[in-house]
């Protein structure tokens, strides 16, 4: 798919098809986030791919949102040190998000559907995925190919108007 394409047609998918994903297609979207820009190019973020039932099941359960990930075919775990410092935290934040958008775009651009999930259950997630101490996970990201929201460039995105969002030279010009 084309960037400009896969941008469009990205969206949060929830229902996946059985159907796995091949491990060549997962390691590029792996390695799309792998090279996500990062503050200080500090890059604090390891990602634990799951696949087992088993563990997709218990990582379901972290968060009422979180149901899609058990029907996945695959989901990456976006995994920070835990930081103190609230400045740290919020730029680990950040370098998460864009993270998370690497990943969801290759996969977009290779037909596959992902969807966020939050974590709620701390406990839960540090034993499934058996993290080391002074690291947490807050963020899933469930993977498969689509059972029902294909992924089509869309016209009309769910979102607000541009012209709403975006302001110019001041925000008087906007919205
Ligand atoms: C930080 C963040 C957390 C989210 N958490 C969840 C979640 O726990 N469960 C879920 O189903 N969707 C979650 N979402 C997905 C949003 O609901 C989704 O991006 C938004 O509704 C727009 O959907 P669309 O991109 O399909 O139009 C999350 C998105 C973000 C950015």
């Given at each position: 798919?084309?960037?400009?394409?896969?941008?469009?047609?990205?969206?949060?998918?929830?229902?996946?098809?059985?159907?796995?994903?091949?491990?060549?297609?997962?390691?590029?979207?792996?390695?799309?986030?792998?090279?996500?820009?990062?503050?200080?190019?500090?890059?604090?973020?390891?990602?634990?791919?799951?696949?087992?039932?088993?563990?997709?099941?218990?990582l379901?359960?972290v968060f009422?949102?979180a149901?899609?990930v058990?029907?996945?075919?695959?989901?990456?775990a976006l995994?920070?040190?835990?930081?103190?410092?609230?400045?740290?935290?919020?730029?680990?934040?950040?370098?998460?998000?864009?993270?998370?958008?690497?990943?969801?775009?290759?996969?977009?651009?290779?037909?596959?559907?992902?969807?966020?999930a939050v974590v709620r259950d701390h406990?839960s997630v540090r034993?499934?995925l058996?993290?080391?101490?002074?690291?947490e996970c807050h963020w899933i990201?469930?993977?498969?190919?689509?059972?029902?929201?294909?992924?089509?460039?869309?016209?009309?995105?769910?979102?607000?108007?541009?012209?709403?969002?975006?302001?110019?030279?001041?925000?008087?010009?906007?919205?």
């Open positions: 798919m084309e960037t400009w394409d896969a941008l469009r047609a990205r969206r949060d998918v929830r229902a996946f098809e059985r159907r796995p994903i091949a491990p060549h297609d997962l390691e590029r979207i792996l390695d799309a986030g792998r090279r996500a820009p990062s503050a200080g190019n500090l890059q604090r973020w390891d990602f634990v791919l799951v696949t087992g039932p088993d563990a997709l099941r218990s379901a359960a009422p949102g149901g899609h058990g029907g996945s075919a695959a989901a990456v995994v920070a040190p835990r930081d103190p410092d609230e400045w740290n935290r919020r730029s680990i934040a950040f370098d998460m998000g864009q993270a998370a958008m690497g990943i969801m775009l290759a996969a977009a651009d290779l037909g596959i559907g992902s969807g966020h406990v034993r499934t058996a993290l080391p101490d002074g690291h990201i469930s993977l498969g190919y689509p059972g029902d929201r294909p992924l089509r460039p869309l016209r009309n995105p769910d979102r607000r108007a541009f012209e709403d969002v975006v302001h110019r030279e001041r925000w008087e010009g906007g919205g």
